[in-house]
C-alpha cells in the first residue's frame, strides 16, 4: 500500500500547479486526507485536510489560494495552488490521517512527496 504524488515542479511566480496523489493497494474513501509542505531544515508543516465528507481546513498561508479536494471514485486527491509565491517552494507530500472524533488527527502514511520550486 502507498500513496504516490505527481505534478510538481517549476513555475513562475503568480502561476498554478495541480498535484495529485493516488493511493494503491488500499481504499481511502473513509479516510482523512491532506497536504503537507517542507523546506530543508524546518518542520513538515500541515497545510489543507479534507475530511470524508469534504469539509477542508487550511492553512493561513495558503488560504484564498490553494484548494483541496478528492475523488473517491478515482482514489486521489488533488492540490490546486494558484497565485503561487517563491515562498511557497517545498517538498509537497500527502498522507492519510487518522479521524479523531470530528477532526483530522494525526498522519497514518506518508508519500514519498513532489517538489514544486516557484521563481521570481
Known amino acids: 500500500a502507498q500513496l504516490v504524488e505527481s505534478g510538481g515542479g517549476s513555475v513562475q511566480a503568480g502561476g498554478s500547479l495541480r498535484l495529485s496523489c493516488v493511493a494503491f493497494g488500499y481504499s481511502v474513501s473513509m479516510t482523512c486526507l491532506g497536504w503537507f509542505r517542507q523546506v530543508p531544515g524546518k518542520d513538515r508543516d500541515r497545510i489543507a485536510t479534507?475530511?470524508?465528507?469534504?469539509?477542508?481546513t487550511y492553512a493561513e498561508s495558503v488560504k484564498g489560494r490553494f484548494t483541496i479536494s478528492r475523488d473517491n471514485t478515482k482514489n486521489s486527491l488533488y492540490l490546486q495552488m494558484n497565485s503561487l509565491k517563491p515562498e511557497d517552494t517545498a517538498m509537497y507530500y500527502c498522507?492519510?490521517?487518522?479521524?479523531?472524533?470530528?477532526?483530522?488527527?494525526?498522519?497514518?502514511?506518508w508519500g514519498q512527496g513532489t517538489q514544486v520550486t516557484v521563481t521570481s
Open positions: 479534507i475530511d470524508t465528507d469534504g469539509r477542508t
Open positions: 498522507a492519510t490521517l487518522v479521524r479523531t472524533g470530528a477532526l483530522c488527527g494525526g498522519v497514518s502514511r
